[in-house]
């Protein structure tokens, strides 16, 4: 938690330092998280197939994904 505030202070003086608007830092903000949330979210569905070893049906399966050294 200590981590975080630490990298919190030191992006908001570069922000500071680059006068970037705050509704543009907001913005980003926000977009940066919710990104973030995707990925969590996918990650636990994924683990959530794979506690179900991956069922016929689905997309890991559909898509030939299981074996897949990249995802890409």
Do not use: Q
């Amino acid at each position: 938690m200590v981590r975080l505030l630490k990298y919190n202070r030191n992006i908001k003086r570069l922000m500071e330092k680059i006068r970037i608007h705050p509704a543009s830092v907001r913005m980003i903000t926000l977009t940066m998280t919710v990104c973030f949330l995707i990925h969590l979210i996918s990650c636990f569905y994924f683990m959530i197939v794979s506690f179900n070893d991956f069922e016929p049906d689905c997309w890991i399966v559909k898509h030939g994904l299981i074996d897949a050294d990249n995802f890409t």
